[in-house]
């Protein structure tokens, strides 16, 4: 079993930034991918970015591609979103989520990867 903490969420102004952190325990962290995903109120979860075990390889939604960065420290088993230039469409709980995988440079954009979620963190950009 893995356990996700999510936090860092808030309310900010269109612009503006936030530092998402997921804090993981459990199994070893080392040995999962990591994704954030996303949920709007009415629209279906999506796929935000994704980082390999290492932290090597990351992959982005077109939707936040350089506005966001994602990031992972497996000394502290966390793993981060840097948002910035947020807009109010980014306004959504975020979850962070663990995948196990053997590849060291696998990542992935499915949730069906994905064995293990956070309970998610609200971020809303007003504007």
């Known amino acids: 079993q893995v356990q996700l903490v999510e936090s860092g969420g808030g309310l900010v102004q269109a612009g503006g930034s936030l530092r998402l952190s997921c804090a993981a325990s459990?199994?070893?962290?080392?040995?999962?991918?990591m994704g954030w995903f996303r949920q709007a109120p009415g629209k279906e979860r999506e796929f935000v970015a994704a980082?390999?075990?290492?932290?090597?390889?990351?992959y982005y939604a077109d939707s936040v591609k350089g506005r966001f960065t994602i990031s992972r420290d497996n000394a502290k088993n966390t793993v981060y979103l840097q948002m910035n230039t947020l807009k109010p469409e980014d306004t959504a709980v975020y979850y962070c989520?663990?995948?196990?995988?053997?590849?060291?440079?696998?990542?992935?954009?499915?949730?069906?990867?994905?064995?293990?979620w956070g309970q998610g963190t609200q971020v809303t950009v007003s504007l």
């Open positions: 989520a663990a995948g196990p995988t053997t590849y060291s440079s696998r990542i992935s954009d499915s949730a069906r990867e994905y064995v293990y």
């Open positions: 459990g199994r070893t962290f080392s040995n999962y991918i």
């Open positions: 980082i390999s075990r290492s932290g090597g390889r990351t």
